[in-house]
């Protein structure tokens, strides 16, 4: 859906009147399972799914292993023991198993579990895939929110992969995987929110999801992380102002004053997908 400020070669959907679900998928057509509920901080609104429950979307041609992009979401972490998948986009299966075990689908996923933390996948050819995840134990609350952002370069290394957590810089590793992937990952299934066909986000919730065409550095990825805050904070008098939006706006400020020196500015209007509630 072409939002109002749909960036140049990009998509954006962005609920106003009708609400997160009916942007999303259309009046009335919510799938079962799928709760419109409230948002971050009780605000906006959120998609929350139930047991098995997924949403089908448009295919999504900008994440690739060469193509740089971004994958960034705010999501609510259920108490869960297992691994779940936020979102995905596999192919059918192949004819033939792969020489290899594991995941015989190409494409992508972005999961977690509360002992591990978020985890990105990129999976090729005869199961080859690179990946990262947190180094350290699970950096995630249970029954909280989190915002998460991934961002690669384009370059079929898995060093060339980042993980942000609420905005800091986390480190993260492979999973004894391939450190190269040799061939790309794109496919023409949809994007799934909520499930890759064998695990599911049962009891969880997304508010906010991205995917960028291009990847951002530590202070981009903070902005993103900020960027609900800046935007209620953007409504209001500055007496109004609560202490978290004078924070996020004094370095919002910096960040400006960085781009005006001739850093980096914050870029991250290049997006390919944006799904949001209202803001």
Known sequence: AGGRDAPEGGQVAESHQGGL????????????????????????QA????????????HVSEVDAD??????????APKSKGRMTIASQFGPEPMERPKRGGERRKGWSLDFSMQE????????????????AP??????TAESWHHL??????????RGLELYIDGKSVSSHGAREDDVLTTLIGNDAPLSLGQDNKTFFAGGAIAEFRILNHRVDEQQAEL????????????KDAAELSRSERSALATWYVRQNDASRGLRPWA????????????
Do not use: C, H
Not at 47 to 58: C, E, H, T
Not at 67 to 76: C, E, H, L, S
Not at 224 to 235: C, H, I
Not at 268 to 279: D, E, F, K, N, Y
């Open 21 to 44: 679900g009916e942007v999303l998928l259309g009046p009335g057509k919510v799938p079962a399972g799928i709760e419109i509920a409230p948002g971050l901080d009780g605000t906006g």
């Open 47 to 58: 998609l929350r799914f139930g047991k098995d429950a997924s949403i089908q979307l448009q």
């Open 67 to 76: 193509k740089p992009f971004t994958i960034a979401a705010w999501v609510w």
């Open 117 to 132: 933390g978020p985890k990105l996948r990129m999976v090729g050819d005869e199961g080859k895939s690179i990946s990262s």
């Open 135 to 140: 180094i350290e134990d699970s950096l995630l």
């Open 149 to 158: 952002v991934f961002t690669y370069d384009g370059s079929r290394d898995r």
């Open 224 to 235: 993103l992380f900020l960027r609900n805050v800046l935007t209620a904070a953007a409504t």
């Open 268 to 279: 991250v209007g290049r997006g390919a997908l944006a799904l949001r509630g209202p803001l």
